[in-house]
């Protein structure tokens, strides 16, 4: 059974360029939640996808989007870098059963830096 | 604002010590309280706590919640250097989660 995968591993950009992140979740899971962890700090909720819909959505500016596929697999996009963008991208994948408690699953991450 | 404190931020112990690693949380709507354990780049998940009292146990780790004074503790008991990691502890609220800052433990041999 695969876990959550997350493609590339590492990526380098320039400042002002524009990134997409990939996340394919674990089998059986249909919800993908995306982070932003700085070095040094826990991961920061970016936003949540489920039934291809934004569903929630952290303290992050429009230039962070996203896409949930019907195989639920998801895209982060970031436009116009910024050096702070920096970091690693973990993607979480979950079961969404109504609003029941679950566990949720992390990706091996993308370490994502600007230049 | 909801949010998660961990303490200690840092944390240097031997071999065969026994740490206590705590998360307060502040949040809205509260579901459960997860710890992770991060190496390396992911997370890997330890425990997910719902009910107070109740403690959670896996080999060494041990760990319970207390929704009233709103804190959890995970104990590790004879610790080894392979503990060494940050332990991210969650709050869940809904169908999200926020996150603390993480324990940094080391154990030296």
């Known amino acids: 059974d695969a876990g959550v995968t997350q493609s590339p591993t590492h990526l380098i950009k320039t400042r002002g360029q524009q990134v997409t992140l990939r996340c394919s979740p674990k089998?059986?899971?249909?919800?993908v939640s995306w982070y932003q962890q700085a070095l040094g700090q826990g991961p920061q909720f970016i936003f949540q996808?489920?039934?291809?819909?934004?569903?929630q959505r952290g303290n992050f500016p429009d230039r962070f989007s996203g896409h949930q596929f019907p195989n639920y697999s998801s895209e982060l996009n970031v436009n116009a870098l910024l050096l702070g963008d920096s970091a690693l991208y973990l993607c979480?994948?979950?079961?969404?059963?109504?609003?029941?408690?679950?566990?949720?699953?992390f990706g091996p991450g993308t370490r994502l830096t600007v230049t | 604002e909801d949010k998660v404190v961990q303490s200690p931020l840092s944390l240097v112990v031997h071999e065969g010590d026994t740490v206590t690693l705590n998360c307060s949380y502040e949040?809205?709507?509260?579901?459960?309280l997860l710890w992770y354990k991060q190496e390396k780049k992911a997370p890997t998940f330890l425990f997910m706590l719902?009910?107070?009292?109740i403690e959670k146990k896996s080999g060494r780790l041990s760990s319970i919640l207390d929704k009233k004074e709103l804190f959890s503790i995970l104990n590790i008991t004879a610790t080894q250097t392979g503990d060494s990691a940050i332990y991210l502890c969650?709050?869940?609220?809904?169908?999200?989660?926020?996150f603390g800052p993480g324990t940094r433990l080391s154990v030296l041999p």
């Open positions: 719902t009910s107070s009292g």
């Open positions: 979480a994948s979950s079961f969404r059963l109504g609003q029941a408690k679950y566990e949720q699953y």
């Open positions: 996808y489920y039934e291809e819909e934004e569903r």
């Open positions: 969650a709050a869940s609220y809904g169908q999200n989660f926020v």
């Open positions: 949040v809205t709507n509260f579901r459960s």
């Open positions: 089998s059986g899971h249909d919800t």
